[in-house]
C-alpha cells in the first residue's frame, strides 16, 4: 500500500476514498499495533496529499477575477 499513498498522479478522490478506508481500518480495533502505525502513517501521507490537492484549487480559485461581467483568470496559472 506504501507505494500506492507516493503516487504523484493520484487524484483527490482518490486519496481520499484510500484515508477513509483507513480511518475505517484503524476504527475497527482488529490491525496490530505495527498495522496500526504503518496505517497512520500513510494515513498522514495522504491527509497532506489532500490537503495540497486543496490549496491548489483554492489557488486557481482565487486567480478568478471579475472583469465586468465576466470572470477571467490571472495570466500564469498552470491549469495541467
Same mark, same amino acid.
Given at each position: ?14 486519496? @481520499?476514498? $484510500? @484515508? ?10 482488529? &490491525? ?13 501521507? @495522504? ?16 486567480? @478568478? ?7 477571467? $483568470?490571472? &495570466? ?5
Amino acid at each position: 500500500m506504501k507505494k500506492e499513498v507516493m503516487s504523484k498522479k493520484q487524484t483527490f478522490e482518490d486519496a @481520499l476514498k $484510500k @484515508l477513509q478506508n483507513i480511518i475505517e481500518e484503524l476504527e475497527s480495533g482488529s &490491525p496490530s499495533l505495527d498495522k496500526m502505525m504503518q496505517l497512520f502513517e500513510d494515513g498522514m501521507k @495522504l491527509m497532506q496529499e489532500c490537503r495540497s490537492h486543496l490549496i491548489e484549487v483554492e489557488e486557481r480559485i482565487n486567480t @478568478l477575477i471579475k472583469v465586468g461581467e465576466d470572470y477571467s $483568470k490571472k &495570466p500564469g496559472i498552470d491549469q495541467s
